[in-house]
């Protein structure tokens, strides 16, 4: 035998998954949205995108060589970041903007932490969260659809959440201007990029689930809650659950953001725990905070709780039984 | 009888965890061939779980087939038989097919294969003698791990043992030796159930089968059915294939819903659990009398010219089962003893079939055999998959950092190796690796 036999630990077979696999699913699952912020808000969006995207994966590149590690922009998790901060932003957001959001989320947020699958907090959402604080202003300045974003002067909008959040007790009606429930199905009202469109939201989140890239119990967990919390807020009012469902960024954060695998419970139990987490904050933001929207802090938060939720919510190893009804069971003997 | 038919149990989402493995059983539909005696044979004294036995032989012996040459006093081991007639031409240090060196019993053949006449059906009417019985006949479990049979079969009797559970799962891909035992003799093992259940009078018998091998079933439930002396005891019950679900602890839960403790056996929940192949032995054993000497093995993977199932005299040359299998199509670069995912990869074909190998693989060059190694994502999918409801990613983490006290919250000691996380991991991690090393970092704390 001229070649040496390959010796190495069982298992012998692997299945065909792969990093850059998953993170091309996800990168597929967005392209609706990403293709209907396009549609409404023009080359703009598409600027936009194109300079998240290209910072994000520069600044994985530069400052993992600048580290001395491999090189990791193939596993495409720079893109999935770049992507998911640009649908995060208001068209309008000048493009300098842009990429210190990227740069903050790769080189602060994720690769100062050690890269892909160290950080504590979600890259994107942080970027964003760092952005509006820094930027308030151009972080706040939305337009409507078709609007032209390159335009100095560019018609701004108030987004259906901050509409909403001027009335009491879901009052849906009270509310002056509201788009109807189509328009906010196909996303005809102002707001950030990715978060307009609901239908592209849920047919990319949809893909995820059915190619099992993510498991379904995040966004149900999260929307579930914030359906309940809004309708007992909207004293039973369906249409006002409806406008906070579809508003806002709660699909586009339950679906590809509170479910990122890095910083969500690996565990069925902690996932549970995980989405009501995130429901329960974004509802008492949206109900009783002074701002419209809070789906990014509530992630953020939540991200923060993951290792304590895991730690108390790690399954019993097979056939251990648990602590307390060993001693129920001893003081039965 | 009819209880048979409600026998029919389905385990589907009973068990937890597992993967959807390709099950590659190309052989399924190839009789089992007998190979002609080889020039020599190689019998390690050590093919089994426990204590090695001793050479009762020397160099210059002649010795026939079924001859003990090897065996020792220790209760938990397996005599060795002479596998082939002839002389013993050298007693001594062999090596494993995985590396290890032990000691052995060379025998030339003389090509004859006389048996040896000391051979004669055992009486068998307690389970003192059946254990006896069971343990001269050298067998140990031939679905891989090798644990001596008599030791499983005499359990306490205060442990209330009241399942015996036929594990015909083989959910090890390419494998089909069990397969090819239900469908080419089914009489062996309601034979060794019969000859089992008279003696020990289990409260019900389960014969497990994967939903993969309708055939299998079919043949024995037809051959069950026929027979009125079978107890109304026996069932039939089809399992979801999904791997492991022929591991022992799944097993038992996908048969009785029971779950072994940590650290403990089947028979602490009162299963037994033998492989279909080890009762259609004590079957044909118990009506000839004729020791453990030779044994089926699947050969097959895409280096093999002529993938075979084989009946192989036990310390036959894995390069000569090769060579009758048509050779290597091309060069090999992994050889596995055993299945793909718990098999050992071997470094030498210069080796011996021992008593528990179910399969010799041999695969060319693939990708999917070694997959790039990154960083781990969190993803979680080795989580999902443990089917002892372990955290591998945690347990690899804490085994880096010798986190002891973390090691043994996270109960890694409950691990069987299945492979279920290394496999499904898509950042291609060697998470068994780190599972073994973290089993022996408690070990040696243990034993500090």
Redesign the interface.
């Known amino acids: ?19 850059t ?2 993170m091309l699913d996800v990168v597929i699952s967005l392209i609706p949205a990403a293709v209907m912020s396009v549609v409404y808000f023009g080359t703009r969006a598409l600027a936009l995108l194109s300079v998240t995207i290209g910072s994000s994966v520069l600044a994985e590149y530069i400052s993992r060589k600048v580290m001395k590690r491999p090189n ?1 922009i193939s ?1 495409l ?1 720079a893109v999935v970041t770049g992507l998911i901060l640009a649908l995060n932003l208001p068209s309008t957001l000048p493009l300098w903007m842009a990429a210190i959001g990227s740069i903050i989320a790769i080189v602060v947020v994720k690769q100062m932490f050690g ?4 950080n504590f907090v979600n890259p994107a959402i942080t970027a964003r969260i760092i952005l509006m604080v820094s930027f308030p202003a151009a972080m706040a300045k939305w337009t409507a659809p078709f609007e032209d974003g390159w335009a100095a002067d560019a018609v701004t909008c108030a987004t259906p959440m901050a509409q909403l959040a001027t009335v009491n007790g879901g009052d849906v009606s009270a509310v002056s201007g509201l788009p109807s429930l189509t328009q906010m199905l196909i996303g005809y009202h102002g707001g950030s990029m990715g978060e307009v469109c609901s239908i592209a939201l849920i047919a990319g989140g949809l893909y995820l689930i059915l190619r099992r890239v993510i ?1 379904p119990v995040i966004p149900l967990t999260f929307i579930g809650t914030v359906a309940v919390c809004t309708l007992a807020a909207g004293h039973g009012n369906f249409e006002f659950m409806a406008y906070e469902i579809l508003g806002g960024g709660l699909l586009l954060g339950a679906f590809f953001m509170a479910t990122d ?2 910083t969500s419970p ?2 069925f139990k902690g996932k549970i725990i995980f989405g009501i987490g995130c429901g329960l904050i974004t509802s008492l933001i949206r109900i009783f905070g002074s701002l419209p929207e809070g789906v990014s802090f509530s992630i953020i938060l939540m991200n923060i709780f993951v290792p304590h939720i895991e730690h108390l919510t ?8 648990k602590e307390k009804k060993e001693k129920k069971e001893a003081a039965k003997v | 009888m009819s209880k048979i038919v409600n026998g029919v149990l389905t385990a589907v989402g009973k068990g937890r965890g597992g ?1 959807n ?2 099950h590659n059983k190309n052989t399924a539909q190839l009789p089992v061939e007998r190979m002609p005696v080889p020039a020599k044979v190689v019998l390690p004294m050590q093919q089994h779980i426990g204590a090695p036995c001793t050479p009762t032989v020397k160099v210059g012996d002649i010795v026939s087939a079924g001859q003990v040459i090897g065996d020792t006093d220790k209760f938990v081991a397996a005599p060795v038989h002479a596998t082939i007639s002839g002389k013993v031409t050298a007693v001594g240090d062999v090596k494993l097919a995985n590396g290890m060196i032990c000691k052995g019993v060379t025998i030339e053949s003389d090509g004859q294969m006389r048996e040896y006449e000391g051979i004669k059906p055992p009486v068998v009417t307690n389970k003192a003698e059946l254990c006896a019985a069971v343990r001269a006949s050298g067998l140990v479990g031939l679905g891989g791990a090798g644990f001596p049979t008599h030791v499983k079969l005499n359990f306490p009797e205060d442990k209330n043992v009241d399942t015996l559970i036929i594990n015909a799962a083989e959910c090890e ?1 390419y494998i089909t030796v069990d397969y090819r035992c239900c469908v080419e003799n089914p009489r062996d093992i309601l034979d060794g159930v019969y000859g089992i259940q008279k003696v020990l009078k289990f409260k019900q018998v389960i014969i497990a089968i994967e939903d993969n091998k309708p055939e299998a079933f079919k043949i024995l439930k037809e051959i069950a059915d026929k027979d009125n002396d079978m107890g109304d005891e026996v069932k039939l019950m089809t399992l979801k294939s999904k791997y492991p679900q022929g591991a022992e ?1 799944m097993m038992v839960l996908s048969a009785t819903g029971r ?4 650290g ?1 056996l089947p028979a602490d929940v009162g299963c037994v659990v033998m492989n279909i192949a080890s009762v259609a032995f004590v079957g044909r054993y118990l009506r000839t009398g004729k020791p453990l000497i030779s044994r089926s093995i699947t050969v097959d993977g895409s280096a093999i010219n002529n993938p075979k199932n084989l009946r192989v005299p036990i310390g036959t040359n894995i390069q000569d089962i090769i060579d009758y299998c048509g050779g290597f199509k091309s ?6 003893f055993g299945g ?9 074909t210069n080796a011996p079939i021992c008593k528990q190998n179910n399969a010799v693989l041999a ?1 060319e060059d693939r990708k ?5 190694e ?8 080795c ?1 999902d998959v443990c ?5 591998p ?1 945690n347990i690899e983490r804490f085994a880096k950092t010798k986190n002891i006290e973390a090691l043994i919250h ?2 890694i000691m ?1 691990c069987m ?1 299945c ?1 279920s996380c ?7 991690r ?1 998470l ?2 780190y599972m ?1 090393l973290a089993k022996q970092i408690l070990r040696e704390e243990s034993a500090k």
């Open positions: 035998m001229a070649k040496k036999l390959t010796v190495s630990a069982s298992p012998h077979v692997r299945s065909s998954e792969t990093t696999g998953i990791t596993d998790s890269g892909i699958g160290q498991s695998y890095t690996i565990n790690t399954a019993k190893p097979f056939g251990q039984v | 993967v493995v390709a891909p602890k779950k072994v403790p940590p403990k060069e090999p670069r992994k050889i596995i793909p995912m718990m098999g050992v990869a071997i470094c030498d695969f999917d055999i070694i997959k790039k990154r960083d781990c994502i969190r993803c979680g999918r989580v089917p002892m409801s372990l955290m990613t996270s109960g409950v190796e492979g290394s496999y499904s991991c898509p950042s291609g060697p068994v690796q073994r």
